[in-house]
């Protein structure tokens, strides 16, 4: 039995590997790292506070904080370019290959959760925001975590790093 196959099929084909790859090559942007802390929620709730609260050892300002979800929201504006390179990813394109950084921005989501009487779960989401110019163009861009700015907030709030 000699069946042709269809013109078309190639081309879907090549057009299904493209999408799929783009798809395989893009990552979020805001993934969240988790740790078990050696301390009560609410007491962990407080350390985290406390240390978002104190800009001189943190870095950052605490834009909200909620005691009864124990939600805490900080944010960091103005970090320098090898803190940045440290924490951040931020993919550019052929075009942007030559901008040079003007502002970074992180935003910091933290929960914390029981886990028993003596511990509790920390989960960090860090929102990172670079903006790249070249002249008088500027580009803003969500950047890719490399997770150490996560693991510094877990190491404060006790949770020990393997």
């Given at each position: ?28 942007a ?15 709730y ?9 800009t ?5 300002t ?20 090898a ?33 028993g009487?003596r ?31 996560e ?12």
């Amino acid at each position: 039995m000699n069946r042709s196959i269809p013109r078309s099929l190639p081309l879907l084909a090549c057009g299904a590997a493209l999408l799929w790859a783009a798809a395989a090559a893009a990552q979020p942007a805001i993934i969240p790292r988790i740790g078990r802390a050696p301390h009560p929620a609410p007491e962990t709730y407080i350390i985290l506070k406390n240390y978002f609260a104190d800009t001189a050892v943190s870095g950052f300002t605490l834009v909200s904080a909620d005691p009864k979800t124990r939600t805490l929201v900080a944010k960091r504006v103005g970090i320098d370019s090898a803190t940045w390179r440290q924490w951040a990813y931020c993919k550019m394109g052929p075009s942007n290959l030559i901008d040079s950084m003007k502002r970074a921005a992180a935003t910091v989501n933290v929960k914390i959760d029981p886990s028993g009487n003596r511990y509790s779960y920390v989960t960090v989401n860090a929102d990172l925001e670079g903006t790249y110019a070249l002249g008088s163009s500027a580009t803003t861009r969500q950047c890719v975590s490399n997770g150490v700015l996560e693991n510094n907030i877990l190491t404060a709030a006790g949770v020990k790093q393997s």
